[in-house]
């Protein structure tokens, strides 16, 4: 008995679905009424919200390099901090 | 790889679906006792609440590493990659018999283990394994705790057996196609296993089981110590190479994309086997006994390891942003709202995924050779794994585990508002624990300490107090404890839940560059193994014979000898494995 | 093999921080002159420590103008000495550890500072430190050593040159008798 | 971006590890931030996710999450 009572087999059927050869047409009964994904989904569902197909030529992740840029200057700036002000700026150290 | 049937798992595999049902089972028990051991043992040393005494503690710490590092996440591990190898070769495994034989073995080492370990909570029954998960000789366990490892590592072999069968029966009917990327990732993963568990059985079963039963007098501690740091730090890449996979192959299509590169996902799997095990030494570097240049040597190896974590990190966040435009996601950060929040199994990968992160970072700190000195064995340790394998991994399974545990019951999620509010609490109490741990590591803090107090001095933090921090360690484990709660009724009630015809959706969409694009010899697992060992081979070849030699010979208590091993010798392995290393870097 | 060119950014970048990250440690080494716990302490039997001309009786030896060699031994659960008597060095001295363990393996951290070593039975951690300033440090075992893991520590004094030298005296008299 | 109880939940969460650095940052500007001053920052933080979550929250679905 599950909490989640989506109708079964209609709303959980993928409405979009791709392969290598590209997209592949949803059929009739398993398409949602609206382009919003169903409020009651299971898990694993989130290709019920596809709204268009992204091929591998049409897809730049911008916004990727935009996340791993921040994470990268992140790392940096904590690295200088920990090793030179953390690390070398205490006290007793094992010296040669 | 993808067969879009209608059927699920189950259906399709019933056999195959119970052994990976009854590995579950083992992992989440493990996981209940561990998180509670882990329950007391927060309220213990930050002295909130105390209900054992100071000398158990280390028996529920050792319950609680034994359990969940090794027992949880290799459970989790062997159902995840059963299941992994019959849905992606699309076949059953070979012997039905075989795989119980396996599963039954392995349960066995473990039950054998934990009696030892909890004999320890029982003072007349004189069975104890007081020895924490990393069992550093000369502390002793009783023999059975490292016969149980033993069955268990032996178990572990014969369950890659099983999937290296698989894959040699379908490599009959599939002459000349790639590797199915999960059946890819399974076996290069259980290869580096193969090659790091030498080290353990070495250790336990020439050294460690003869000492404990009392056929030979003593053993070299500094000897065992390398070899299970081996093997122990491969292991860290064991617990994340699931986790890895689901990031590669599952965690796009819960973005509601496809996985951005196939090829690059193989050349990560590829680094990993060759960088996880000639890096053990990098948990050595205070270690007396071993040169400074082995110490370089592994970190070098380490910091290149870096690299395909890196490369994970972003193959993963682009394949979830090729999700979110899917789902109409736009702009620099707004495609961030798009994605699927409200699936658990989403939001808990992504919030393992923000967490690794993190945990990177202090990775890095610790594997920097120098820098140890600063947070060497204080909390600052546990602050970092409760992040990576107690996040990345741990949390990523349980993420997981929304999406699969249906496809083996046929039955749907019991409740996914709970699932999604117990994957939030994990990373609001490993937020707070495992920060104010990184702090107070800082000021100097211990790891395994049952007092949260000295007599002699006070720990002193720049910002804020000691307590402070205390309090927020005791809070957030508190939180993860009640999330793992959650997590197991849920998955209790899922698993009675009634059958249903489509209880997950489980299709796996192609990736969007895929495998044809690159080169064959990526499929060449044999050549790989070999490099593999042979960089295994420079790495500990040197500092073993040295250990051996000085540390007065295989079994210790010998008289030292004077160390033989000439600097010139020294710096010629250093540009040696340096060159291998830039080898390496440039294939990849 | 096809790599998207972002991607290609990003593995340079990742090389970069790598070849950086070992960059610094090397600088630590050659230019801060931060020495790592190696194998030059060498090797000791554990099991006859009382009959070693150093660890037999631990403890701090002037070996020249504000040069001295300090012995630890470790044991469940105590530093010998450190714990029932304070380790004592003087202010502006160069200090060389030697650190090893009797029975199983110990941890030996100075509180809140870099000087932080493993002790291991059969082997000798040597290291070297420089105190400055007079003070008082926290000692503790930090790798669990027994069930009374929790209560091994001590304490390390860094004493003014004249109150250390009257100590010293006193010590080596005590010593002769 | 819509506002659901997901999304309200993930911003929360993500809120809690800023909430605990922010009294880092403050120190290094030597700004000694309470604790407690912290948690109301926080509680405001969430306050105001609420008020927003009232104002354009999910208006458009029945079911809720």
């Known amino acids: ?96 | 790889m993808a067969t879009a049937s209608q059927r699920t798992f189950v259906d399709r595999f019933p056999d195959e679906a119970a052994v990976v049902k009854a590995n579950f089972l083992v992992a989440f028990v493990a996981l209940g006792i561990g998180a509670f051991f882990g329950l007391v043992q927060t309220l213990h040393r930050t002295n909130i609440v105390r209900v054992i005494d100071s000398a158990d503690y280390y028996t529920m710490l050792t319950g609680h590493g034994v359990l969940l590092a090794i027992v949880f996440t290799i459970f989790f591990l062997c159902g995840f990659f059963h299941w992994a190898i019959a849905r992606s070769l699309d076949r059953p495994a070979e012997s039905k018999l075989f795989s119980w034989a396996w599963f039954g073995l392995m349960t066995t080492g473990s039950a054998l283990a934990a009696i030892a370990i909890l004999g320890g909570l029982v003072p007349n029954l004189g069975i104890s394994a007081d020895v924490l998960f990393t069992f550093y000789a000369p502390l002793q366990a009783h023999p059975i705790f490292y016969i149980g490892l033993a069955m268990f590592i032996v178990a572990t072999w014969l369950a890659g057996a099983d999937w290296f069968l698989s894959y040699r029966v379908w490599r009959k009917d599939h002459e000349g196609e790639r590797i199915p990327l999960q059946t890819f990732m399974v076996l290069t993963t259980m290869i580096m296993w193969y090659i790091a568990t030498i080290g353990v059985a070495v250790s336990v079963v020439f050294f460690l089981i003869p000492w404990s039963l009392g056929l030979i007098p003593s053993v070299n501690p500094l000897l065992t110590r390398t070899l299970f740091w081996y093997f122990a730090h491969p292991i860290v890449y064991f617990w994340l190479m699931p986790a890895y996979m689901m990031w590669y192959t599952i965690l796009p299509k819960l973005s509601g994309g496809r996985l951005f590169s196939d090829p690059l996902a193989r050349v990560v799997f590829l680094l990993f086997l060759l960088l996880s095990t000639p890096v053990g030494i990098h948990h050595q570097y205070l270690d007396p006994g071993i040169a400074e240049g082995f110490k370089f040597i592994a970190m070098t190896n380490t910091m290149f390891l870096l690299l395909p974590s890196l490369l994970t990190a972003f193959t993963a966040v682009a394949s979830m942003e090729h999700g979110a435009r899917q789902r109409g996601g736009e702009g620099y950060f707004r495609w961030l709202g798009a994605l699927p929040w409200r699936d658990p199994a989403f939001t808990g990968m992504a919030f393992a995924g923000i967490l690794f992160a993190a945990g990177g970072f202090s990775g890095m700190i610790n594997a920097g050779m120098n820098i140890n000195y600063l947070i060497h064995n204080t909390l600052w340790v546990p602050g970092h794994f409760h992040l990576t394998v107690g996040t990345a991994v741990a949390l990523t399974m349980m993420a997981g585990s929304y999406w699969l545990v249906p496809q083996l019951t046929g039955t749907k999620l019991y409740s996914r508002p709970i699932g999604l509010l117990q994957v939030t609490m994990w990373f609001i109490g490993m937020v707070f624990m495992s920060n104010a741990m990184h702090r107070a590591g800082l000021a100097g803090i211990p790891r395994r300490t049952a007092e949260p107090q000295y007599q002699n001095f006070d720990f002193v933090t720049p910002i804020g107090s000691i307590f402070e921090l205390r309090v927020q360690i005791a809070l957030g484990g508190t939180l993860l404890f009640l999330s793992v709660v959650l997590f197991l009724f849920n998955m209790l009630l899922t698993s009675l839940g009634e059958e249903s015809d489509r209880p997950v959706d489980e299709y796996l969409p192609a990736p969007l560059s895929g495998a044809e694009g690159s080169p064959r010899i990526l499929d060449n697992l044999t050549m790989w193994t070999g490099i593999a060992v042979l960089l295994v081979i420079l790495a500990y070849t040197l500092p073993v014979a040295a250990i051996i030699q000085n540390g007065g010979g295989l079994f210790g208590g010998g008289l030292p000898v004077p160390a033989t091993i000439s600097a010139g010798l020294d710096l010629a392995t250093t540009a040696l494995t340096g060159a291998v290393n830039t080898l390496v870097g440039v294939i990849a | 093999m096809e790599i998207h060119a972002y991607e290609k950014l990003w593995l340079a970048l990742a090389l970069v921080l790598i070849v950086g990250f070992i960059g610094t440690i090397t600088y630590g080494a050659a230019g801060a002159g931060i020495d790592m716990i190696d194998d030059k302490g060498g090797t000791v039997d554990p099991t006859t420590l009382d009959d070693h001309p150093k660890f037999g009786d631990p403890g701090i030896e002037k070996t020249g103008e504000n040069q001295y060699d300090v012995y630890v031994v470790t044991r469940q659960f105590v530093f010998e000495p450190g714990t029932t008597q304070p380790i004592r060095v003087p202010e502006g001295s160069t200090v060389t550890f030697h650190v090893t363990a009797a029975d199983v393996i110990h941890g030996f951290e100075v509180v809140g500072t870099n000087a932080n070593t493993m002790a291991i039975p059969g082997q000798v951690a040597e290291f070297t430190v420089e105190f400055d300033e007079p003070g008082e440090y926290g000692l503790l075992c930090n790798e669990y050593c027994g069930s009374g893991h929790h209560v091994m520590e001590g304490k390390l004094v860094v004493m003014e040159q004249s109150e250390f030298d009257s100590w010293y005296e006193q010590q080596q008299q005590e010593e002769e008798n | ?65």
């Open chain 1, 1 to 96: 008995m599950a909490v989640d009572s989506t109708a079964e087999g209609s709303a959980a059927s993928p409405a979009l679905r791709a392969d290598g050869s590209g997209g592949v047409p949803a059929d009739a009964a398993t398409q949602n009424s609206s382009s919003e994904p169903p409020v009651d989904s299971i898990v694993g569902t989130a290709d019920d919200g596809i709204v268009r197909q992204i091929d591998h030529d049409d897809f730049d992740p911008v916004g990727t390099l935009v996340l791993v840029l921040i994470y990268m200057v992140i790392l940096l700036s904590m690295w200088v901090f920990m090793y030179f002000i953390e690390f070398l700026g205490r006290g007793l150290t094992v010296v040669g």
């Open chain 4, 1 to 65: 971006m819509r506002l659901t109880k997901a999304t309200s939940l993930i911003i929360i969460a993500i809120s809690v590890p800023i909430a605990i650095e922010l009294r880092t940052v403050a120190g290094f500007f030597n700004i000694e931030l309470p604790l407690i001053a912290v948690a109301i920052i926080e509680f405001l933080f969430l306050g105001l996710m609420f008020v927003l979550y009232g104002l354009y929250g999910e208006k458009d679905n029945s079911v809720s999450p």
